[in-house]
């Protein structure tokens, strides 16, 4: 049995912070979760789909954050528990529908767990997802463990039944995908009933229309919900102090932030001169319990990530209460003393205190760390991302990538978000020329595909993978060819949202509980929008520039290439290779003039390797996915497939 | 479950390696060998887009008693273990100190800047001196080698957390790992994990 | 300048003689760079000609359309794309010095053997032919008798493009004998085929064709010579010019359609073209078309293709269009040259008329008016009197010429 879903209360288990999320709603009694995957959101809805059969859940992938959002509230309306889940970005897709449920207010406990990505590890932006919070008027807590992570979530549910709202739960990377050990609580009954309620008073919360007008009526109502929370969270168990009395310099931290100043606090020994408060509560702040551990000393530093979200707040109470708590020196991201970009961690903040209290510590010896830095910088050669072997993309961009230099008209590829981000870089020939959003790489070519008319000749190519497609990239062709913009969109269906873990999209026939779902086909979707619609396979290098080319010969309107082959990580893929690769070691003409070495030097599948010795390029037994892709660009045919039987 | 006495705490292991080696499944079955024993564990990874043939890492953080940061701060890891042999000097720039123990699989994968010639990848003698340069102790194991022979080269990791166990740097045991596979990984792969562990364990022994 | 279509079609056959002299002298004076240059000299120069000396000697450059396409970057110091570009700087006496008789040399012409007027002997050889058909009479004459065991001739595509193709049988020849007025990428066919099993291999070539061959031949990178000894024959075509495919297509759909284009022609003393369709002729002014013009082809100081075994072109003589259309100028180069055509006369391949008097002296003013213009606007583009680009000033031919 899944420890998810361990029934023995006051046991401890080894939780990533999602799991704890996870089981913190399984704790509240949810019956639906839905969510759009995005690192590192993903492993919640993921693990409540794994239990959704033995918790009776309804749990689903849904096509994007908006309609997640709005999912999970169907169910509050019918007075169920549901969790939605999302990256930071998402908050950004789902936000219009947030200000009006913010406006509507929910019945069962509704929960959005929001995981952000600071220092951008696995996203394009360092999106701050808290000041929406703050803008719709909607309660926010940060878990600052990951005991906290499961507590907190429960917690969460209750607080939105109390206040009839929602409420988020601000997750980080460093929160969700850490682990740690956690003691789990009781498992309720699963036994719930649906129904949806509208004959009573039509302003009645529970019995009427839910909606968020009368405006003025509702967003009152809105306020006072506010008025109430910040009183509740006076007294919240997740507002924490630790620390003097009279501490020389109080910090104020939330979310992992507590985790990097507790460790700074204890590797230079500081417990008797700085205080910690850690807020769980971030938004509303409840201006009280500030006000009390402000008075207890003049300097204040406050350690976060992204924005000053948690400083902007802290000093409007500070000035509100300035006659009682007197003057304080602030530091934080405003004066620099934090770094306004990019993840924190222990050592930014022990450089703060160390700046602040004027304390020298050496982090390691200098000696070593110049044998280290000297060793590291003449040996170890840099790591650039790069497209798995057997990667489709790295085929589909390499015909791309050749259709375009041969038409010779300037064409590019207007990119978009997935694994395929990445053709940004050499491993995809360097292909993609603007990255935005997701769906925006579409949007963004049906734009440039109108500027004909102003002397603009060069062809205009999108990609964006399958899942992004169903997301957010359909509304951008239905507009391309109702404009009639001349733009070639190119599907990289993998058959699978494969940067987040092959969740389920629309284009399959599972769900995300597994069950059999209809199949919604990209290519009969751009038919019927009224598109010219090629099916490719990436690994035919023939086929698929000639297509290409000739579709740019055509400049009649939105045409959409679909390149069509399984994910390199698929589980069918790995299950068996399609070829056993080898390279003829005499035929390998190598770095001479007539190939140098283009396998191993344009190509760069980490498959294959360059033997500086043999001078031949050879395969990596170990890392080669069997894709066969190689062969056929090796120029001397020197590089054998063999098909798998 | 009463656990014994750590050398440090918190004491702080990093498991590193390229997106795609296992570093996560391996570093959750070192970590859940450790709460047996009643330990409280922190764990930082790395994943996502830096799973996509990037350097990946593992903070492991143990306390008896404490949640610390998953992220280890510099200079202060005590034990590193790799999964490809040049992360272990990387991880030494930032994380390294003289009291540190190393152990290296000694397999490379060679980064794309490498396969396409514009950067140059050390001999594993090179490696070798500059890890022991390094640390206190350092140990180098043909894992993935071994592995292969063995029908599967994802059982270098396995070799590696035996070779940890081996080594004898974090209170765990045989009893630990065959406990955690068998409530962590498919049925019917029990055999084949013990058999690695204990060749990781024969290879820092011996 | 540019001479007109008359002169870009056509042709005259020969066997090649490299003579096999080749000094150290020679060596360093065939500079030898790679992918880099060839792109920041040439193609991004507008020099390069498209005639694909630099394709399908590896995987990087590749000819599409009419034009020369770098897919990848190589950072070879060194390749063959550099040294076998006829755009790239070279030293073009001493290769005609190595490859011709020196006592043949004119400054006007390049090597002459023999200057002759023909025309494939019989109408219905020529029927296929934009003019007198010498040029697949000798290239079929000399798949025939063995002295080529593969020639490659231009095949027609859509849309005016076409590729080369190797032909074994004489009769293949005589279907392709139509003039071209968009590049067709022979050397780069060459570099295809002459990898595969064909020993003796004759080529049609227009004069830019011809001297890539010619460098070629010079085998600038040892241990790399990439079949040139295959290459038995080089018939060369007079050429005025050649069209860009995107500029010409682009001009003729404000006309018609592609599809309906069967051929095309220049009428001497006219200044138009006209262009045949399904629909009836069309005529266009020739302004119209000079602005079709490769960049390329207005630095060519070589209408004759002086680095051929033996150059075509169309007939200027007394007689009426309709007559002079059929006849053919030659100019034999080499020694194989001549035995060809001797051959043909022999076999009774082609007929032979007397040259109007004052022909020769025409054709060699029309040479010298070609350099010139070629060398003022190489002059231009590089900003300074003696700087060339790529041809060298010291050359007794660019010598003469600039006086």
Redesign the interface.
């Known amino acids: 049995m899944s420890k998810l879903i361990d029934e023995n209360e006051g046991a ?3 939780y990533m912070g999602n799991e704890a999320i996870a089981r913190g709603a399984l704790e509240a009694g949810i019956s639906l979760a839905s969510g759009y995957p995005g ?2 959101s993903s492993e919640i809805i993921e693990n409540l789909a794994k239990v959704a059969g033995e918790r009776n859940l309804y749990v689903e992938w849904s096509t994007n954050e908006k309609v997640a959002m709005e999912v999970a509230a169907a169910a509050s309306f019918a007075q169920l528990r549901s969790l939605c889940v999302m990256k930071q970005n998402g908050v950004n897709v789902a936000s219009d529908f947030l200000l009006h449920l913010a406006g509507s207010g929910t019945r069962g406990g509704m929960v959005l767990v929001t995981c952000d990505d600071p220092g951008a ?3 394009v932006n360092e999106g701050e997802s808290r000041h929406f919070f703050r803008m719709v008027e909607v309660p926010l807590l940060e878990p600052g ?3 906290e992570a499961k507590d907190m979530t429960k917690w969460a549910f209750e607080l939105s039944e109390e206040l009839r709202s929602l409420v988020a739960v601000r997750s980080v ?3 969700s ?5 956690v003691k789990i609580g009781k498992l309720p009954s699963t036994d719930k009933q649906a129904e949806f309620r509208y004959s009573g008073f039509i302003l009645d919360p529970m019995e009427g229309i839910v909606g968020s007008a009368p405006v003025a009526f509702r967003h009152a109502e809105q306020q006072e919900k506010i008025k109430k929370v910040r009183e509740i969270f006076e007294d919240c168990p997740f507002n924490t102090y630790e620390g003097p009395e009279k501490p020389d310099l109080l910090v104020i931290t939330s979310s ?1 932030c507590t ?2 100043s ?3 606090i204890n ?1 230079l020994g500081l417990q008797d001169r700085v205080g910690l408060l850690k807020i769980g509560t971030t938004w509303p702040l409840p201006p009280r319990l500030l006000t009390k551990y402000l008075s207890l000393t003049d300097r204040i530093l406050i350690v976060e990530e992204v924005l000053p979200f948690l400083e902007d707040n802290v000093k409007i109470i500070a000035a509100e209460q300035a006659k009682a708590i007197g003057v304080k020196t602030f530091y934080g991201k405003n004066n620099g003393t934090i770094p306004t970009a990019g993840e924190m ?3 930014h903040v ?1 450089a703060a205190f160390c700046k602040i209290l004027n304390i020298e510590y050496v ?3 200098s000696e ?2 110049q ?3 000297l ?2 910088f003449t ?10 072997p057997g990667c489709p993309h790295r085929a589909s961009f390499w015909s791309i ?2 259709a375009l ?4 008209r300037k064409g590019f590829v207007c990119g978009d978000i997935g ?1 395929y ?2 053709a940004m870089l ?2 995809g ?1 360097s292909t993609l020329k603007t990255v935005h959003s997701m769906g925006s790489g579409t949007g963004i070519a049906s734009g440039f595909g109108k500027l004909g008319p102003f002397g603009m000749d060069q062809p205009v190519l999108s990609v964006c993978g399958d899942s992004t497609f169903y997301h957010a990239a359909m509304p951008a062709l239905v507009n391309a060819v109702h404009h009639k913009s001349n733009i070639i969109m190119i599907v990289l269906d993998n058959s699978g949202t494969a ?2 873990g092959f969740q389920p999209h629309p284009g399959l026939a599972v769900s995300a509980m597994g069950d059999e779902v209809p199949a919604i086909d990209v290519a009969k979707i751009c038919e019927a929008v009224g598109a010219r619609v090629e099916v490719r396979d990436p690994f035919n290098l023939k086929e698929t520039p000639d297509t290409l080319l000739e579709l740019m010969e055509d400049q009649e309107g939105a045409k959409v290439l679909i390149l069509r082959q399984k994910c390199a990580l698929s589980p069918e893929r790995k299950a068996k290779k399609y070829f056993e690769m080898q390279v003829d070691e005499e035929r390998c003409i190598g ?8 396998c ?3 190509l ?3 498959g ?3 033997d500086k010795e043999k001078k031949t390029a050879r395969i ?1 037994e ?2 080669c996915a069997g894709c066969g892709v190689c062969s056929y ?1 090796c ?1 001397e045919e020197a590089i054998i497939r063999k098909e798998v039987a | 479950m009463g656990n014994t006495a750590l050398p440090k705490d918190p004491y702080s292991i990093i498991i590193t390696g390229v997106g795609g080696q296992g570093n996560v499944m391996a570093s959750r079955v070192l970590a859940n060998m450790l709460v047996r024993r009643g330990y409280q564990i922190t764990i930082g990874e790395t994943f996502g887009a830096s799973q996509r043939g990037g350097s990946v890492m593992s903070h492991i953080r143990i306390s008896q008693n404490a949640t610390w940061s998953p992220q280890i701060p510099k200079g202060k890891a005590d034990v590193v273990v790799t999964l490809e042999p040049i992360e272990a000097i990387r991880v030494l720039m930032t994380y390294g100190n003289p009291d540190v123990q190393v152990l290296t699989n000694t397999r490379p994968i060679y980064p794309v800047g490498v396969i396409s010639g514009e950067l140059a990848y050390p001999s594993i003698e090179e490696i070798q001196e500059s890890v022991k340069d390094l640390s206190a102790h350092a140990w180098f194991v043909d894992a993935t080698e071994e592995a292969i022979k063995m029908g599967n080269p994802i059982l270098g990791n396995i070799i590696m957390i035996g070779a940890v166990a081996g080594i004898g740097a974090l209170p765990v045991d045989r009893a630990d790992f065959e406990e955690v596979i068998k409530e962590n990984l498919p049925a019917g792969t029990l055999e084949v994990n013990l058999q690695a562990f204990d060749v990781g364990v024969a290879k820092v022994t011996a | 300048m540019q001479g007109g279509y008359e002169d870009l079609i056509i042709v005259g056959i020969n066997q090649v003689g490299f003579k096999g002299r080749r000094s150290k002298e020679m060596d360093n004076q065939v500079q030898s760079r790679g992918q880099k240059e060839l792109q920041e000299q040439v193609i991004n120069a507008h020099l390069c000609v498209g005639c694909g000396a630099c394709a399908y000697l590896c995987p990087y450059q590749v000819i599409y359309k009419d034009q020369t396409i770098v897919l990848h970057d190589c950072d070879l110091a060194e390749g063959r794309c550099y040294a076998f570009c006829p755009r790239t700087s070279t030293d073009y006496d001493a290769i005609r010095k190595a490859l011709f008789d020196e006592e043949d040399l004119t400054l006007e012409l390049g090597p002459i053997k023999g200057f002759y007027i023909v025309r494939a002997a019989g109408e219905v050889n020529r029927a296929n032919a934009q003019h007198g058909g010498t040029v697949s009479a000798l290239m079929a004459l000399a798949l025939e008798e063995g002295l080529i065991d593969a020639a490659i001739v231009a095949e027609g595509e859509d849309n005016f493009l076409h590729h080369g193709i190797a032909v074994t049988e004489p009769i293949d020849i005589k279907k392709r004998g139509k003039s071209k007025f968009i590049v067709s990428p022979t050397v780069a066919e060459f570099n295809k085929i002459a990898a595969g099993d064909a020993k003796k291999i004759g080529v049609v070539a227009t004069p830019c064709q011809a001297q890539a061959f010619a460098k070629m031949r010079m085998k600038p990178i040892a241990g790399k010579e990439s079949h040139i000894d295959k290459l038995q024959l080089v018939i060369g075509l007079f050429c005025g010019w050649a069209l860009s495919w995107r500029k010409f297509t682009d001009l003729l759909r404000r006309s018609t359609s592609l599809e309906s284009i069967t051929g095309m022609d220049k009428p001497p003393g006219t200044q138009t073209v006209e262009i045949f369709t399904t629909n009836g002729t069309i005529i266009l002014p020739v302004d119209d078309i000079n602005t079709c013009i490769r960049e390329a082809c207005h630095y060519c100081i070589d209408s004759t293709a002086e680095f051929s075994d033996i150059s075509v072109g169309s007939a200027r003589l007394p007689e009426s269009w309709e007559e002079t259309k059929t006849w053919n100028q030659v100019i034999v180069r080499s020694e194989r040259g001549q035995t060809l055509l001797e051959l043909a006369r022999s076999k009774n391949v082609l007929e032979f008329r007397d040259v109007p008097e004052g022909n020769f002296d025409e054709l060699k003013k029309a040479a010298v008016e070609k350099k010139k213009g070629a060398i003022e606007r190489l002059r231009e583009k590089s900003g300074q009197p003696n700087d060339l680009i790529y041809l060298d000033e010291n050359d007794p031919v660019i010598k003469k010429i600039m006086g």
Request: hydrophobic content about 35%; charged content about 20%; overall charge negative.
């Open positions: 401890q288990y080894l690192t590192p590890l696995s996203s463990d990951f005991q990377t460093r929160m995908h850490a682990s740690g050990n992992a985790l990097y507790r460790e700074a590797l961690n222990p050592d022990v982090t390691m010896s070593y760390e044998r280290a830095q060793l590291g040996l170890v050669p840099n790591r650039e991302q790069t497209f798995c990538h050749n230099q041969l038409d010779n694994c981000t990445m050499p491993t020939f940067m987040t770095e001479e003039c007539g190939c140098n070495r283009l191993t030097r344009i760069r599948c980490p294959l390797f360059w990596d170990v890392l660009i120029p």
